[in-house]
């Protein structure tokens, strides 16, 4: 089988820079890295008294690693109201948590170099865990300010809806 049946001239892999992260039906502004998606099923193993001294082993529980994203920082309040809905500092007692909306499903864009959609997946019942507002400050330093949050999930799956498109050629690209 050809690893990229709609354009069978393609040998390389597609780039890990071009994306774009929606959530709310609006995409998030400045988004610049986001962490890989990781699964891990635990392995339960049994034998029976009779059985010789080797295991047998079957899958267990699924578990989903955090994902973690990073942007610079903006007028854009989206990662700073989300996190709030998580915990609001200074709300009243029994207030500090939205429970009814502080999850969001996601959803992940990724591009080829031609700026197509090629693949994209859905990410479930996401909440922060962590956020940081503002990196560290150093008056010497030449970098962009990049704040961060890490949201925990509970799966996410490729959105099989989305197809490879052919990808334009030069000539196709002139006209």
Request: with cysteine; charged share 25%.
């Amino acid at each position: 089988m050809a690893i990229f049946p709609a354009n069978p001239k393609r040998l390389d892999p597609y780039k890990g820079f071009k994306f774009r992260l929606k959530w709310d039906g609006q995409y998030v502004a400045a988004i610049s890295k986001v962490s890989s998606f990781k699964r891990t099923t635990e392995v339960v193993e049994h034998r029976s008294g009779g059985d010789p001294s080797t295991a047998h082993k079957s899958p267990g529980r699924n578990k989903y690693e955090a994902i973690t994203m990073e942007r610079g920082l903006t007028q854009d309040l989206a990662f700073h109201d989300w996190a709030g809905l998580v915990w609001n500092y200074g709300a009243a007692l029994g207030s500090e948590v939205s429970l009814a909306n502080f999850r969001k499903d996601i959803y992940l864009e990724f591009y080829n170099e031609a700026g197509q959609l090629v693949i994209a997946y859905k990410i479930y019942r996401c909440w922060v865990s962590e956020y940081q507002a503002l990196p560290d400050l150093d008056a010497n330093a030449n970098a962009i300010a990049i704040e961060h949050i890490k949201l925990e999930n509970e799966g996410w799956e490729r959105d099989t809806g989305v197809t490879e498109p052919t990808e334009p050629t030069l000539s196709s690209v002139a006209t």
